[in-house]
T-cell receptor, first 112, second 114 residues
Framework: GENVEQHPSTLSVQEGDSAVIKCTYS??????FPWYKQELGKGPQLIID?????GEKKDQRIAVTLNKTAKHFSLHITETQPEDSAVYFC???????????FGTGTRLKVLA | GAGVSQSPRYKVAKRGQDVALRCDPI?????LFWYQQALGQGPEFLTY????????KSGLPSDRFFAERPEGSVSTLKIQRTQQEDSAVYLC????????????FGNGTRLTVT
């Protein structure tokens, strides 16, 4: 079946450094790629998303890049802060469908 | 409402008991999803509603799981004769339209079956 691989599973960075999380998808018909941040005891919150007709999208300290040829997309967080510590999930959605495929998550720790 | 609301936040059930989990989606959202999230894993699809119609229940693990959304707003996920393997966080999400629309998640119900 379709799947999304996410790496790394855990990531520790010093405050102020950058963090990069990568995902690879298998379904070439996927055309929407959201990223979610999940804090302890809460549900996933959408932080940024990208559609297949663009290669990069930025929102302040967060950016997402998409390489459709290689079928991978990445989340970039710059100038990390302790409040960025959470579990991050990527997901992929096939065009014209509703069934998201989620990655297995990355636990990010920002060390003060 | 301001967001997706789920209740209860925590539920402890003895094996064999029935449980009912409630989801209040964002007002006006057409689509409603239930996901199951095991510890340390991503959300796994259970079922999908478009208004009151349950269009996909392919992710429900067994016939002990049942979901409904009778008036196209509030939804209930019911688990009969709970088993220990049912222990997980159950997430509800809604989206404005049907396809390619961002999901808005609730904070989930943590179910523990003892």
């Amino acid at each position: 079946g379709e799947n999304v691989e996410q790496h790394p599973s855990t990531l520790s960075v010093q405050e102020g450094d950058s963090a990069v999380i990568k995902c690879t998808y298998s379904d070439s018909a996927s055309n929407y790629f959201p990223w979610y941040k999940q804090e302890l005891g809460k549900g996933p919150q959408l932080i940024i998303d990208i559609r297949s007709n663009v290669g990069e999208k930025k929102d302040q300290r967060i950016a997402v890049t998409l390489n459709k040829t290689a079928k991978h997309f990445s989340l970039h967080i710059t100038e990390t802060q302790p409040e960025d510590s959470a579990v991050y999930f990527c997901a992929a959605l096939r065009g014209g469908t509703y069934k998201y495929i989620f990655g297995t998550g990355t636990r990010l720790k920002v060390l003060a | 409402g301001a967001g997706v609301s789920q209740s209860p936040r925590y539920k402890v059930a003895k094996r064999g008991q029935d449980v009912a989990l409630r989801c209040d989606p964002i007002s006006g959202h057409v689509s409603l999803f239930w996901y199951q999230q095991a510890l340390g894993q991503g959300p796994e699809f259970l079922t999908y509603f478009q208004n009151e119609a349950q269009l996909d229940k392919s992710g429900l693990p067994s016939d002990r799981f049942f979901a409904e959304r009778p008036e196209g707003s509030v939804s209930t996920l019911k688990i009969q004769r709970t088993q220990q393997e049912d222990s997980a966080v159950y997430l509800c999400a809604s989206s404005l339209v049907d396809f390619n629309s961002p999901l808005h998640f609730g904070n989930g119900t943590r179910l523990t079956v003892t």
